[in-house]
């Protein structure tokens, strides 16, 4: 059946009654582990089912799109949060990788066209900008035909990235740093560091 065609059924109601989404993911190839909760309004855009990984005790927040284009891969692991209005997708043959108990504050976008890791027990908070790909900036070419360059963004374990934040491709946040509110990452911190600004400054470290 087309991809539009499945899409279109998975997104006709708002509401997820009787988990009817996940029964439909599931038989479309996507693997859904159990109490996997899909808030109102959730919408769906996937290329390939088989490349969406939901596990166990998963919450995705009212009116989040949750897009899978070409041959992207989404991997969302147990306990994870993703509050509303937030957009991860996965572009290319990206990797967009939600670890355990990682926490998505509302209306963040995650994006990977490359490879983008986001660790156990990491917060990200409101209003956040993720993306491993960055539009090339030749001159003799306008902006908007220019193409994209795809990286990695990895951010370990216990990591706290504020509010209003934007990481950079290429960047790797160290285990247990914070990056405060309104900062700009396209760097290598060092672990237990406390960060901000723009670009981000190192301030002290986790005592």
Known sequence: MNKKILNFFLNF?????????NFLLKNLGAKIGKNVTFSKGVL????????????????IGSNTLLK???DGNIFINNNCKVEEDCRIISARNGILNLKKNC???????????????????TMISSFCYISSSKRELRKNINLI???YVHGKIIIEDDVLIGRLSTIMPDSV?????VIGANSFVKTITEEYGIY????????????
Not at 45 to 57: A, G, H, K, Y
Not at 196 to 207: C, D, L, S, Y
């Open 13 to 21: 109601f708002s509401i997820n009654y009787f988990n009817h989404k």
């Open 68 to 70: 899978i284009r070409e």
């Open 103 to 121: 926490y998505i504050g509302s209306n963040s976008f995650i994006i990977s066209g490359g490879h983008l890791e986001i660790g156990i027990n």
């Open 196 to 207: 901000v600004g723009q670009p981000i400054k190192f301030i002290k470290f986790r005592e």
């Open 173 to 177: 946040i160290k285990k247990g740093s």
């Open 145 to 147: 035909d220019q193409n």
């Open 44 to 59: 769906f855009n996937i290329s390939r089912f088989q490349n969406l990984n939901i596990l166990d005790n998963v919450l």
